[in-house]
């Protein structure tokens, strides 16, 4: 059950709300975050909801039988839009492209890819200064130094910037030159990154886990929602299974799952998706028609020499032409959705 609360509710109406919803359930969490206040509460069911919706202070009141419930669609049906500024959205109104590298490399790469993006029209920057690497000897990244150059060039050209938080500890000194908190794969159930990056009024990216379920990547975005972070984006990004052709299974049923089953805006990751650059312009369009809200692609100058991921990373030009095909896509889908 989740109760909304009127934004002006006094302490005294609270108290009596609390000690209401105890006789009824076993008690209530307090949730606020930027755009709301809610008691989330556990227990059973069969009482009649209107003892508590006719208390002072209270604005809404929602049954929610999924576990992951400040996520659920059960209860907010018209789906999320996030701010990233700059008249920049991710939502059902709009299609988003992320691009950039894997890797912030250096300063001219930085420069590089930005004019390329401001060429082609794409508000969001991604690239990782703290990498993930499943070898210790592989680059890892440029750190606060890289990500200090890298806001220098988006700002001076009004791009935002998407970039991965590995540690709590990283989240204040990152925090004044991000505009998304990514969280990775191999994140997605570190729950004390997910309560941290709730205190945070930022966007984060969630990305599914390696072999993360569905229902285990909506309960990640509760812990997030739940600490009192609304800002959230979901994304799927490939599973691992048995099949060896290629990186990663990309679950394009997720999409339209995800989009039925949660209010928050959901986008694919192509690049990490397939593993091979010559299917992610594919399984980009076909994320396209499947719902996402946008893609996060992975784009170098020249992808044979990036030092992560260039097996999957498209050049400039395959980018462009990919720009142009998901925009017509996302077009023509919702023409589709009219009939």
């Excluded at 979901?234 to 049923?253: A, H, M, P, Q, V």
Aim: with cysteine; hydrophobic share 35%; net charge neutral.
């Amino acid at each position: 059950m989740i109760i909304q609360l009127e934004h002006q509710i006094s302490e005294d109406e609270k108290k009596s709300l609390l000690r209401e919803l105890d006789k009824l359930v076993k008690g209530g969490t307090e949730v606020s975050t930027q755009f709301g206040n809610y008691i989330v509460a556990i227990g059973r069911s069969g009482f009649d909801i209107r003892s508590i919706g006719n208390l002072q202070g209270v604005k809404d009141i929602h049954r929610v039988s999924d576990p992951y419930k400040l996520v659920s669609k059960k209860w907010k049906l018209d789906e999320s839009t996030i701010k990233i500024g700059n008249n920049c959205s991710i939502g059902p109104d709009s299609f988003t492209i992320m691009a950039g590298p894997c890797s912030i490399e250096s300063e001219e790469q930085i420069k590089s890819t930005v004019q390329h993006l401001v060429a082609n029209k794409i508000p969001v920057m991604r690239g990782g200064v703290y990498k993930p690497r499943s070898s210790p000897y592989s680059f890892r990244g440029l750190g606060m130094d890289g990500l200090k150059v890298f806001y220098r060039h988006c700002r001076e050209q009004g791009i935002k910037i998407i970039t991965e938080v590995m540690m709590v500890e990283q989240i204040e000194e990152m925090y004044d030159y991000v505009d998304i908190f990514q969280v990775g794969a191999r994140n997605s159930q570190n729950f004390n990154l997910l309560d941290a990056l709730g205190g945070v009024d930022k966007p984060v990216l969630l990305k599914r886990g390696i072999s993360g379920t569905i229902p285990e990547l909506l309960q990640s975005a509760e812990y997030i929602f739940s600490n009192g972070n609304e800002n959230i984006i979901l994304c799927e990004r490939g599973i691992r299974t048995f099949e060896k052709s290629y990186r990663n299974t990309l679950d394009i049923n997720a999409i339209a799952v995800l989009k039925d089953r949660s209010h928050l805006p959901v986008i694919s990751d192509p690049s990490h998706g397939i593993g091979v650059r010559k299917y992610v312009d594919k399984v980009a369009m076909a994320s396209v028609m499947a719902g996402a809200d946008g893609v996060i692609l992975e784009v170098h100058e020249k992808p044979e020499k990036a030092f992560s991921d260039g097996q999957q990373t498209l050049d400039y030009l395959q980018a462009e032409k990919l720009y142009s095909k998901l925009m017509k896509l996302y077009k023509l889908r919702e023409d589709l959705d009219q009939l």
